[in-house]
DNA sequence: GAACATAAGCGAAACGTTTCGCTTTCGATG
DNA sequence: CATCGAAAGCGAAACGTTTCGCTTATGTTC
């Protein structure tokens, strides 16, 4: 493998002029030529690591999710591989499958592997647990107050899907919510409620399941809903895989939507779009919450550090389709 | 931070001493414990990247996805990290968003990266693309001749589950495919027809539909097919997206499995379990093959290379449930 | 108790960069 | 033509490890 050294020998120059032009300093124009001729000729590639050893930067972020097999996570995390690319950081990925035990291992693990950021979507971890770790870390889709953020708007978001199906004359409407442990399912149910509270409607506890994340939780409590006497007339599922179990149980009941029942999904774009009428879905911005967590960490990284945690919350949209019926 | 001279210093070793108690040598008893609590008080981590530099190994592989929202590729990715972190090495993640001119530019991203090796998913590369990075690599779920692999044997896997439809009786057995193009697609093709073949039974091309590997194909072939005249007595989806698809037009026009219309899914677990009954399902072994993978790889990069390329074919599970009806 | 084998420890060089402070080059200016 | 300043280039040290070849300590054996 050739080193800055061989690049040097061929060119004649040194060492140190090399460097400068791999690093963009100033070189003769003529040289810049022949260093990239030479470069193109030895095949001579950087040694991140000889690098990293000089600079005290690996140019890596590790970003810990609670699962590789949430959609959700999954498409956020091709996201933040594009935007720290562009940034020049390479991203290594592990997931905590959900244990809030292996949660706290896999993130000392990560700072033992000298990153210089860390993302991550917490579960059961504290502040003073990610603090001591000592790198610069940004929280993503769940936040813990001291810490910088990057969150959607959970409340706004339910509140806003609950509401839309309020005015369409819905009073039962069913809600099925991730573990009220995880903040974004709490804050889920707090919108639901608070839309409720605006119009002066009481909440009939029974309507709200609370169940897991995946999808057999949403096909499981969408079944219990259904079963319910009366059954509610709409439904409001609070997470990509919820919705895509909660659809499965009202089809394999026959209920047609919206003529049956109504129904609002979560982060569900593909499904949905291939339904006809479309299902109308929450939608979180994923590719702008990529984009947040990213240059917030970046610029915590390169030391813009105010000592003022940030918390960033993004708006939802609710894309409006055909699944939600007028009532009287 | 602290670095082994100041462990060597804090302990009055020498730092070859401290050197060779982090790699595992001899060290006498007391010394050990000596070192090991200098550590824990200093708070030393090896620099990976001054061990990098000396050793010429970063310890870290880089795995190339066709996309990292595909079900099966984000398990397997997840269950590949396990293993590499087990033999001590790191993984980064990169996905090429099906696009084959991403592919090859991705592929050179990561070697320029100075990685030990490339785990790839790969779509449109060739042989000679992959040996001139001169970075061992081995190839998942797809092959390519010449190159190590590790593959599922899909031919067998479609055979026997249409054998299974056949045995019950059905002849107008549908099938969804995905693109041509990718080995896995074409292969699975080649097993409905082998077992039609088998059987003495004649193919009706009209039955087997080609398109994407996303939901949206599939339930867009899936009705396709059900508006067929005469429907198909039973569908074979040939990935865990086309299954979903599949699925949901069923359960939209309203037909019960498998009293309507008998079916077989692929690699989804998840889902069909949720019904009931469950469906009849195609299961790669995800875990063995990132395992085989990572195994692979491993020993080439230890320098095992006997310049025979290994191509490891892996079995599939039919995991039968009550989605068969018997016909006739 | 001498001789020896083995275990444990040590010093120093090397890995491939970046960067500091210095020297050289060269054109512009008075 | 002498002087100057900026631009370009250079040498060498340093980053934190591993490892080679060596010395010293510790038992063991006759």
Not at 105 to 121: E, H, P, S, T
Not at 232 to 253: C, F, K
Not at 295 to 310: A, F, I, K, T, W
């Given at each position: ?69 949430t959609p959700f996570f999954a498409l956020i ?162 997470s990509h ?26 982060d ?16 979180q911005?994923m ?42």
């Amino acid at each position: 493998m050739a080193t800055i050294k061989d690049v040097a020998r061929y060119t004649g120059l040194s060492i140190a002029t090399i460097s400068k032009y791999l690093n963009g300093g100033n070189v003769l124009e003529d040289n810049r030529r022949r260093i990239g001729a030479a470069i193109e000729q030895l095949d001579y590639k950087v040694n991140h690591a000889a690098r990293a050893l000089k600079t005290n930067k690996t140019m890596t972020v590790g970003v810990l999710l609670p699962s590789l097999y949430t959609p959700f996570f999954a498409l956020i995390c091709a996201d933040i591989e594009q935007f720290l690319k562009a940034h020049g950081y390479s991203m290594i990925v592990c997931s905590y499958h959900d244990d809030p035990a292996e949660e706290i291992l896999k993130l000392r693990f990560l700072q033992g592997l000298n990153i210089d950021g860390i993302i991550v979507a917490p579960t059961g971890v504290t502040a003073d647990e990610l603090t001591a770790l000592k790198t610069p870390i940004v929280l993503m889709d769940r936040s813990i107050p001291g810490l910088d953020s990057v969150v959607t708007d959970n409340i706004a978001a339910v509140h806003d899907a609950v509401e839309e199906l309020i005015v369409h004359g819905h009073r039962r409407i069913g809600m099925i919510v991730g573990p009220l442990a995880v903040t974004t399912a709490f804050e889920r149910k707090l919108g639901y409620e608070r839309a409720f509270a605006d119009y002066n409607l009481t909440v009939d506890e029974n309507l709200i399941r609370v169940g897991g994340y995946d999808i057999a939780s949403g096909y499981r409590e969408m079944l219990e809903l259904l079963n319910m006497d009366p059954p509610p007339t709409a439904v409001m599922a609070s997470s990509h895989d919820i919705t895509v179990g909660a659809i499965m149980a009202a089809y394999e009941r026959k209920l047609k939507i919206p003529e049956d029942i109504s129904f609002v999904g979560y982060d569900e774009e593909q499904i949905t779009k291939v339904f006809d009428p479309p299902v109308t879905t929450v939608l979180q911005p994923m590719e702008e919450i990529a984009q947040s967590v990213t240059e917030l960490l970046v610029r915590r990284m390169g030391g813009d550090d105010n000592g003022h945690p940030q918390l960033i919350r993004l708006k939802t949209t609710l894309v409006r389709h055909q699944s939600i019926g007028t009532i009287g």
